[in-house]
């Protein structure tokens, strides 16, 4: 039921260590122990899923924790079938609030107030797109704990210490990256892909002109100019942008392949034409 | 883990839950609402309450039912129904089967006399609110009694005529009541005086906002290091 939500970093060691939050740890601690529903705000990549990982180590191993991606879900959750069979004072987790139906909020409510659910974490990127019944609203009350950005200090120490291999980051090259990176997660990954491009490019040391190399925005933010083989346009098929000279690949989902049908979705494949 | 607060204070758990299941058997405010309405249900009938949220409406119906149940009433025959549980209608059939027990069950009967207890009944569709009178009036239900955050809820014509006069509004406790219920969880605690109760209690006399506010004033005193709650922890929660 608990859906993975671990780092996929090649050169970054994981680690479950929140720095910089320790106000944040205390409280997430004590409403969960204390059996009250708390709401957890805080835009994107800003470490809300890190905070519910926290808790569950914290009170895993008492088989009573249950971690919920509304979105993963969809429609398809249903509280009641959810917490069938299990004992009560069920610890709640619930990601991605704004996916909730109305229902469910109903049912969080009833077996809330039955302590069949001792404690609920939600958590949301946007407290306007919550749509909360009154009655849960009015049990959350003031326990809403809204997440700032962590200061640069502890951003760069948590880069630090994850980091691994023998390369050498200045911490002006890290600086760097960070201006370039949106938010923390986005930061983790860049400094992910420098190291990949240091290792792949056999260097130890990476320069501030690096940065620009691996920075990488959304897809669907960036303007992409041309080509990098033949400058020709790139087309944005499914998500990746394809070269109409270069690549062979299907129309509808972006997939690269040689055959004549698309092995993902079936689609005629388009053949690159400089072949 | 750390120890919290209320750990080093000498609970085992919070002691300002505000699940209406979690200290049942305690009602503050409203007494003389609940004792017309519990005279109403013996007498047989159909009741409405009405209250906001937090006022204690799940909390006066799980005293409605200890107050039956310590009597010659009998537990089997109240039907407790919470109408957020999800189900698209209610199948009244199968709340009068199984409160038969194992017998009712292996044949089937549907047991008579019985007293239901609607809650959260805003969210029933009309179909089952029209059944509740048929039920009713076939003697399978002796009383019922419908809570609802809304007061001004649609019912059809002779349900509403069967209800008449047995409307109850729960409001907020008083002063004294407000201190009581406090004194019932925390005993004589020094740490939070009476004094200092009221003060809460001026803020927000919601039941459960009140509770709530208990919760983190004292949270906040223990934290600082403070023998006792005093002023200057009410203004910092609650200023």
Redesign the interface.
Known sequence: MVTQFEDNFEYLETSSELVGRDVEK?EV??RI????MLLIEGSKGIGKTSLLKYAID?FKGRGKVVYIDVGTFGKRL?I?RLLKNRPKGMILLIDNIQYLSE?NN??I??F????YIKSVVFTTGDLKAINFT??IR??I???VLKLKALNKGDVLKIARDRLRGNFEISDEVLNELYKESKNLKRFLVNCDLLCKSLDREEKIKAEVKDVAKVVVDNVFDNVVEGCLECDGELVNAGGHWRCKNCDSYCDACGTLSDEDFCPACGAEILEAEDE | MNKMWYNELGFHSNPFSIKPAAFHNELFGNTSVIARIIKKIKERGIVFISGDFGAGKTTVLKKIIGEFRSEDFGSKKIIYYNCNQGEVSIDYDKLLVNAGGFFGRLFGVRQKEMMILLDEMQDMNGKDLAKVKEYYDDGFFRSVVFVSKLDDIEVPKDLDDEIGENIFVLGDMNNREAVLMIRKRIGDLKFLGDDMILKIFKKDANSRSFLKNCEDVCRVAFESGADSVDETHVEKVLG
């Open positions: 205390e601690i004590y122990a204390s059996g009250n914290n249903d009641t229902s109903k049912k409510k009833y809330y107030d039955q302590d009154d009655a009015s049990r009350g003031r326990n």
